[in-house]
Nanobody, 125 residues
Framework: QVQLVESGGGLVQAGGSLRLSCAAS???????KAWFRQAIGKEREFIAT????????YVANSVKGRFTISRDNAKNTVYLQMNSLKPEDTAVYYC???????????????????WGQGTQVTVSS
């Protein structure tokens, strides 16, 4: 059974920062590569993705300049550094993983194989 464990969410004031982590465990190949979020009443939204090598990344325009994605392959972990947080960033943030280390980038949910349970990020005004 593949497990993706997200951590780092919480309550923060506008302008503050949080760093989310997503670690994969289990014998089945699972490589965390992307972050999505979903606010109440809205569709799941792509945030950022990164290749296994860390050589390329793609960040959504809505968070570009504020959010940075990175990874530590030794720990099979992907991170999302979130700075200058705004109330509209409030959502459940989900980690996405797939079975391959191929150098691909995708903003589409259907191209990922595994999902974490999500971590709540709440930004107060």
């Amino acid at each position: 059974q593949v497990q993706l464990v997200e951590s780092g969410g919480g309550l923060v004031q506008a302008g503050g920062s949080l760093r989310l982590s997503c670690a994969a465990s289990g014998r089945t190949s699972s490589y965390p590569k992307a972050w999505f979020r979903q606010a109440i009443g809205k569709e799941r939204e792509f945030i950022a993705t990164i290749t296994w090598s860390g050589g390329s990344a793609y960040v959504a325009n809505s968070v570009k300049g504020r959010f940075t994605i990175s990874r530590d392959n030794a720990k099979n972990t992907v991170y999302l550094q979130m700075n200058s947080l705004k109330p509209e960033d409030t959502a459940v943030y989900y980690c996405a993983a797939d079975r391959s280390t191929s150098p691909s980038l995708s903003q589409f949910s259907w191209q990922y194989d595994y999902w974490g349970q999500g971590t709540q990020v709440t930004v107060s005004s």
